[in-house]
């Protein structure tokens, strides 16, 4: 496998960096990924950008909007990550997509491996394993007699140092049970 095609990013840098810096940031990486991409399809159209996902993914790529879409939370806390795969990750989507038959090809198909090898000289990988608990509005499951309860962050942290919640309806104390915040995701 070729260096990755792509400079690799100042951590330091980019550790300090403020939220609109940071986007300023992400928005040149995929503009460096896309003059990649020019390189082998030179009518390729500019991709917006937006930092509107949320949940569990990291990057999509939205053929009906017209561009590709970054978790702006999971960006925070994977900043590096970010730049070095999900970008390219996307912006291969964006190519295969754009390549003549690309609409019938497999999304993490032979084309969109074979973009990410020897276009961006990455491993085509699917997964990602970011932590997405931030991501996530309320994704600490707790429970008590009558139903699951879906508890954020905040209010999850607040349980851990003691703070004790009843049920409404059964009015049992939830029990924190399971750690599903933790899945993989694509
Ligand atoms: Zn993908
Ligand atoms: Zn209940």
Known sequence: MMAPA???PD????DAL?????HR????RVEAA?????EVHPALPRPAVWLDLRGKSAGQAHFGR??????PVL????????????????????LVHHLE?????RPHGREWQTVMRSLFGLAPTTTHRFDTRRASPAPYRYRCACREHAFTARRHGLARRGSRYRCRHCAQTLVYCDRSAFEKSV
């Open 11 to 14: 951590t330091t840098r980019l």
């Open 25 to 28: 940031v992400l928005i040149a």
């Open 66 to 71: 017209g561009g590709l879409r970054f978790n």
């Open 18 to 22: 403020e939220r609109e810096a940071l």
């Open 6 to 8: 792509l400079p690799d």
């Open 101 to 105: 038959d690309g609409g019938r090809a």
């Open 75 to 94: 960006f925070d806390e994977n900043r590096r990550a970010f730049l070095v795969e999900v970008v390219p990750h996307e912006m291969a989507h964006w």
């Open 34 to 38: 896309w003059r990649l991409c020019r």
